[in-house]
């Protein structure tokens, strides 16, 4: 099969230093599915942003159909044929889908007035033609995020894309959703599409993709055809050792309740109900997981409960204290610690130095603070221990957590709440940005500290996650549990994605029953 | 990166002075603002003036010519340091009020009204009106930012409003209440003798006032970089968001922070009073706190450099104003200096440069070499 796409010693360099992209050469066939893996930060976003045109590279070439090319915005490479679905949609809630898909290009009438209808009978074809459904006439905010995603796969598609990049597209899909986008995509490919498919996820890229190409820490490590590689060898050299993919697990001794959840409701800005009436007990010695498709009240859940969002009724209580709508610090310091799911911008503060993130929840307790004056060596101290414990790679703990790598500034994080004097840990995506080799420490961290006696509410969107380390398990669908399984071993994935999709319920008393009243 | 463990340090700072490139090259930088500034303004002076090579001279070495023009900077340095300090605490919680202003005001004339109707032996008389005009500048500090906590009202618009407010309700205090009506001119009725400052040098103005600066750059460093107080106002300025998270209570750290940098205010303007002054004789706002501003830009937020460039500050002026008695260029081209050191410290991009590069640099050669030892990629960091 002939090449259409080719990067040869690319090299990408940011203004902060990171190498992103270290001499990767690249290879693309024309009509073919190639899979991108590797580890977040590995490189595979920024590579793809060269090769759209929203970086430039810092040296090397970029080969499409033989001849060199050179982006200077995305508009370039959109004209060159090459089109690119974030994993961030950016499509315009309030105009319909048939609006968002001309957008920039659209018909008009001879007057020159834009031509509605004959968008709406674009939307049709081009769905028509490439087999993926949307409806034209709705509004983006009415549809389901697998159908505002299909439509950005038309975009460009509409703009004429020869090569379609997909970053990560089945982040925000349910299995069930997923195995329908991997048929359409499949169909694309056999009309010659060329797809670029991006993830970390093995099982969809064997599932999806005719190659694969491997990436780490900023190279191109190997490509392969799909039929001749196994996972075992694609997962070593995505992390560069043996990894071991299963987890030993001790079974739970759960205790008594540990943290008392009832009735809790949250309304955002927009007067949308994202948390309805959530209730439910997590006992001392368990993991509860708390599972759903992204933007179901899960965040929500975890921001009224952490002190970050006020709850509209109901309560929260741990052991004898009332922690409903209490602040971060009261929260805290009843003796409750929390993984912030946005580690860039709530769980670090980037210009402070690693010794003074690590402290920031224990700085005023009588071993760090004297009088008003802070114990510099006590400091250092305990920030070395955590340091070294969870192997947070810097020149001194004075660094700048700004100027370590992405996986040393998320093991920022983890070091500091799972050291934190805590029995109820709330995590949400602990291994979100993490490195293979980092995600099992941190699982083995989890689990110890459960065997301890700590109490674990675990929110992940990475369902392998979830179901491996979570002793039992929540639903959540709009905002209200579906399910609750009391052995999440028991669950299968696919089981789940029929609760995540709200197209099953279980009856209120099941339900009620994690309340272990 | 490349510097070595340090056991000694504190966290969030790395050695004494610069340790590391990535203190040093900023600070580089802000030299070369400085420098930058003073050949624009030398080239200035060649634009405009008739005899533009004494001009120059006066200028540049003026300050350095005349003792008393080196007592004059020393007296200049003392306002800036205590604005410069009061918006370096500001500055490092991420705040921008300006209400220093008012806070610098308001305490020259609450030490004015201390000066002339508190009967207390020397050195208590003006320690106990700086002490009033240190609390007064502080609760006027305040409302910036209860406005801010209260009702989100950016606190470098209401800080800027209330300067207003508070110029006039000064003026009002010393017309009606203070103002010597056998003076021609306006001034309010003389200080008593115990509350002038002693003078560290017979016959010149450079009075005590300049060790009580000395002293509170210590403290204030001290405070920023060693208590917790410190700590948690040098958190909030790195992240809130971050701060709220760690359980801080940033509404508590907001207020106080801006307290103690309108006392600082308060006490600059009680100094002056007492140290400069036989009377309140201002007729307008002498405005240092945007003084102070350029001060702790070049200090880069740092309080132990503002006297460093307090100095330079106070250089420029007395510079400005030996040339402008002795040749035919006015004072007031100093502010276009000014702005251009603002306009270069404001810009990030410029300030990081030399960083960018070398990152940059060293990252491409790392992975080329990486690459010629025949490792497909980098390996660890």
């Known amino acids: ?517 | 990166m490349s510097d070595g463990t340090r056991t000694k340090t504190l966290p969030g700072k790395v050695g004494l002075f610069f340790t590391n490139r990535d203190a040093l090259e900023p600070a580089l930088v802000t030299l070369f603002a400085a420098v930058f500034s003073l050949l624009a303004g030398v080239g200035l002076i060649f634009l405009v003036s008739k005899e533009p090579a004494q001009s120059a001279r006066n200028f540049l070495l003026g300050p350095f010519l005349r003792t008393y023009n080196i007592y004059y900077m020393m007296i200049a340095m003392v306002p800036l340091t205590f604005t410069g300090l009061a918006l370096c605490i500001i500055y490092q919680s991420k705040h921008m009020s300006l209400i220093v202003d008012s806070s610098f005001y308001i305490g020259a004339v609450v030490a004015t009204a201390a000066g002339i109707h508190v009967a207390l032996p020397a050195g208590w008389h003006p320690a106990f009106a700086m002490l009033a005009a240190g609390i007064t500048g502080g609760f006027i500090g305040l409302l910036p930012a209860i406005l801010k906590i209260r009702w989100r009202a950016n606190e470098l618009v209401s800080s800027l409003m209330l300067n207003y407010v508070f110029y006039f309700v000064g003026s009002f205090v010393i017309l009606y209440f203070l103002r010597d009506r056998n003076q021609t001119i306006l001034s309010s009725l003389p200080f008593r003798n115990t509350f002038l400052l002693p003078r560290l040098i017979p016959n010149t103005q450079l009075h005590a006032g300049f060790i009580v600066a000395a002293v509170f750059v210590v403290l204030v460093s001290v405070f920023l970089y060693r208590t917790k107080w410190g700590y948690e106002i040098r958190m909030i300025g790195a992240n809130q968001k971050f701060a709220a998270y760690a359980g801080l209570s940033v509404p508590t750290v907001i207020l106080y922070s801006h307290f103690v940098s309108g006392f600082l205010g308060g006490m600059g303007g009680a100094i002056e009073m007492a140290g400069l002054y036989k009377a309140f004789i201002w007729q307008m706002n002498p405005s240092y706190a945007w003084d102070g501003v350029i001060v702790a830009m070049l200090a880069r937020k740092n309080p132990k450099f503002v006297p460093l460039s307090a100095f330079f500050l106070a250089y420029m002026r007395v510079g400005a104003d030996f040339m402008s008695r002795r040749g035919d260029v006015a004072f007031e081209f100093i502010t276009l200096l000014q702005g251009l050191i603002i306009l270069i410290l404001a810009s990030d991009k410029i300030v990081n440069y030399f960083k960018a590069r070398r990152l940059q640099r060293t990252a491409l050669a790392r992975t080329a070499e990486a690459r010629a030892a025949g490792a497909p990629a980098g390996g660890a960091e």
């Open chain 1, 1 to 517: 099969m002939e090449t259409i796409l080719q990067a040869v010693d690319l090299c990408k360099v940011y203004g902060n230093g990171t190498a992103a992209n270290k001499f990767v050469n690249l290879t693309v066939r024309r009509g073919e599915i190639l899979g991108l893996v590797g580890e977040n930060g590995a490189g595979k976003s920024t590579l793809m942003k060269v090769v759209y045109g929203e970086e430039p590279p810092s040296s090397g070439t970029l080969l499409l159909d033989g001849k060199s090319v050179r982006f200077g915005s995305s508009r370039d490479a959109i004209a060159a044929g090459i089109g690119m679905v974030h994993q961030h949609f950016m499509l315009v809630p309030s105009l319909t889908l048939a609006e968002n898909l001309v957008l920039g290009r659209e018909p008009r009438k001879k007057s020159g007035m834009y031509d509605l209808n004959r968008a709406v009978r674009i939307a049709e074809e081009l769905s028509a033609k490439y087999n993926l459904r949307i409806i034209p006439r709705a509004r983006v905010v009415d549809v389901s995020v697998s159908m505002r995603q299909k439509l950005e796969i038309l975009k460009t598609l509409y703009r004429g894309a020869r090569i379609l990049i997909l970053d990560e597209p089945t982040s925000v899909l349910t299995p069930q959703e997923t195995d329908e986008l991997f048929a359409e995509l499949k169909a694309l490919r056999d009309k010659g599409q060329t797809i670029i498919f991006i993830s970390h996820k093995l099982g969809e890229v064997f599932q999806l993709c005719d190659r694969v190409t491997v990436m780490r820490d900023g190279a191109v490590i190997a490509t392969h055809d799909i039929g001749d590689v196994d996972r075992q060898t694609i997962s070593n050299e995505m992390v560069g050792r043996e990894v071991r993919l299963t987890l030993d697990k001790k079974a739970a001794a759960p205790g008594g309740t540990a943290l008392e959840v009832r009735d809790l409701s949250f309304v955002d800005d927009f007067g949308i109900t994202m948390v309805d009436r959530v209730s439910f007990s997590l006992r001392k010695g368990e993991i509860l997981g708390v599972v759903g498709v992204d933007g179901n009240g899960q965040s929500e859940l975890v921001r009224i409960l952490t002190g970050h969002a006020r709850t509209l009724t109901g309560s929260v209580r741990k052991g004898g204290t009332d922690l409903t709508n209490a602040s971060p610090r009261k929260v805290r310091k009843a003796g409750m610690a929390h993984v912030a799911e946005d580690r860039m911008t709530v769980g670090t503060a980037l210009p402070a130095s690693i010794a003074d993130n690590l402290l920031a929840d224990r700085y005023s307790e009588p071993a760090f603070t004297g009088g008003g004056f802070l114990r510099r060596s006590a400091i250092q101290a305990e920030a070395k221990g955590i340091v070294q414990r969870f192997d947070i790679r810097c020149s001194s703990p004075n660094q700048a957590v700004a100027s370590l790598s992405g996986g040393n500034m998320q093991k920022v994080v983890i070091g500091r709440e799972f050291t934190a004097a805590a029995d109820v840990l709330v995590v949400s995506q602990p291994t979100r940005g993490v490195d293979i080799g980092a995600i099992e420490f941190i699982h083995r961290t989890i689990l110890s500290m459960r065997d301890e006696g700590k109490a674990i509410l675990l929110v992940s969107s990475d369902l392998g996650e979830v179901l491996s380390l979570s002793d039992s398990l929540i639903v959540m669908h709009s905002g209200k549990i579906v399910a609750w399984f009391p052995d999440a071993s028991a669950v299968t994935d696919k089981e789940l994605g029929l609760y995540m999709l709200g197209l099953k319920t279980q009856d209120e008393i099941e339900i009620r029953k994690v309340l272990h009243e």
